[in-house]
């Protein structure tokens, strides 16, 4: 999706290793964050990034950390990978955090731990 | 806890037909309402967001409706077209940056 670049967009794990998703964003806007889909459930949100400077947890942050670089850039961490961690990831953009403006999505990092 | 409730879980219809999702929710205090489509591999994308004073919205072929009395909303697609087959989630705002998504309805539209 224009706007939102992630990348890997794949990527196979071994329990215990570790990586870091990268979210780009070339629209400017303030707010970042990160959600994971797996099957069955609606997406769920790790982390999120008000503006540039700031992080918040979300409802899952368990295992993951964050890094919002600079107003472009939110990174996800994941230290030591988990079978349970195995999801697709997306990273989201809005133009304010209390707006009604849409949310902009990634294509999403498929991530599988095994 | 706030919660968001889709139905049918997947639908089937022939190209050309209409057909109407359902959300319900109970997410509180209420913002806005939002439908995503999904196409399969991709992220999701808006198609609506209502407010709680607003009953319909339209983008193209689909519609929206929401009754934020009953906690119900529905989206409609009128002519479906084979570019329509997708996921359709439904997200209700609480606050700012709490969003509550549904499961989605799949929907197939076979020729």
């Known amino acids: 999706n224009a706007g939102v670049t992630q990348t890997p967009k794949f990527q196979v794990l071994k329990t215990g290793q570790s990586m870091t998703l990268q979210c780009a964003q070339d629209m400017n806007h303030n707010s970042m964050y990160w959600y994971r889909q797996d099957p069955g459930m609606g997406l769920r949100l790790i982390y999120y990034?008000?503006?540039?400077?700031?992080?918040d947890k979300g409802e899952v942050p368990n295992g993951y950390n964050v890094s919002r670089l600079n107003k472009r850039e939110f990174s996800l961490r994941l230290e030591s990978a988990a079978p349970s961690q195995t999801s697709v990831y997306f990273c989201?953009?809005?133009?304010?955090?209390?707006?009604?403006?849409?949310?902009?999505f990634g294509d999403g990092t498929r991530l599988s731990i095994l | 806890k706030n919660q968001v409730e889709q139905s049918p879980q997947s639908l089937i219809i022939l190209e050309g037909k209409n057909c109407t999702l359902q959300?319900?929710?109970?997410?509180?205090?209420?913002?806005?309402l939002r439908w995503y489509k999904q196409d399969t591999g991709r992220g999701p994308v808006s198609l609506t967001i209502?407010?709680?004073?607003?009953n319909t919205k339209s983008n193209g072929r689909y519609t929206a409706t929401l009754d934020a009395d009953t906690k119900q909303s529905s989206l409609h697609i009128t002519a479906s077209q084979l570019s329509d087959s997708a996921s359709y989630i439904c997200?209700?705002?609480?606050?700012?940056?709490?969003?509550?998504f549904g499961k989605g309805t799949k929907l197939s539209v076979i020729p």
């Open positions: 989201a953009i809005r133009q304010g955090a209390g707006s009604n403006q849409p949310q902009h």
């Open positions: 990034s008000a503006s540039e400077g700031t992080t």
């Open positions: 959300c319900n929710y109970t997410v509180s205090p209420f913002s806005n």
């Open positions: 209502m407010t709680f004073s607003e």
């Open positions: 997200v209700v705002s609480a606050r700012s940056y709490q969003l509550t």
